[in-house]
């Protein structure tokens, strides 16, 4: 089964006081741990989309074998990042039978709950998988092909989510081994 992986960082980090991956948590930058996890796991395709200015997570990204995609608009949201981000990943792997999208600013997130993850998709690659902590649904995602026309299409500041709420049928959750993991950082601590 091939998978891919796509990793969102073109945020601004507006709430944060901007700067957000590039902040140290438990002595590294949250973009270092995503990039570092992201990394360890095999994937059929890799790919990190972010801001043109942002030249120090580039760099970071294409050490870990990242590519990059660049959202030239990002402050029109999370739905241009994963539109861009996947017609990048398929012009680079077009046979991929599903996409795992996360989020840069998860650094609790563990390896395990990510390969729990990509082990539902691979019991079930029809349906949409997503880590959760009980009723709370959280990144990283992963969609099935059907859904890529869908990812495309996606604008403004309207992520995945929007899909999962269309398709709310087709949804297995995966539950996190501990629920600190699907905490996303948008204050410093």
Avoid: W
């Amino acid at each position: 089964m091939k998978i891919g992986c796509v990793l969102l960082a073109a945020g601004a980090g507006k709430r944060f006081g901007g700067g957000k991956l590039l902040y140290t948590i438990e002595g590294e930058p949250m973009i270092a741990r995503a990039l570092q996890l992201f990394s360890a796991l095999s994937f059929s395709a890799r790919l990190c989309v972010t801001r043109a200015e942002a030249g120090e997570i580039q760099r970071r990204a294409f050490e870990c074998g990242f590519p990059v995609a660049i959202n030239p608009d990002p402050e029109r949201g999370v739905g241009t990042s994963v539109a861009i981000a996947t017609e990048a990943i398929l012009a680079k792997e077009p046979l991929l039978d599903g996409i795992l999208y996360a989020v840069a600013d998860q650094p609790f997130l563990s390896v395990g709950s990510v390969e729990r993850l990509l082990e539902a998709f691979e019991a079930h690659p029809n349906d949409i998988v997503s880590l959760c902590a009980g009723a709370r649904r959280g990144n990283p995602a992963i969609f099935p092909a059907q859904f890529y026309p869908e990812l495309c299409a996606l604008k403004e500041d309207t992520g995945g989510g929007a899909i999962i709420r269309r398709h709310p049928e087709r949804l297995r959750l995966v539950e996190v081994i501990d629920e600190r993991e699907l905490d996303d950082i948008d204050t410093k601590v």
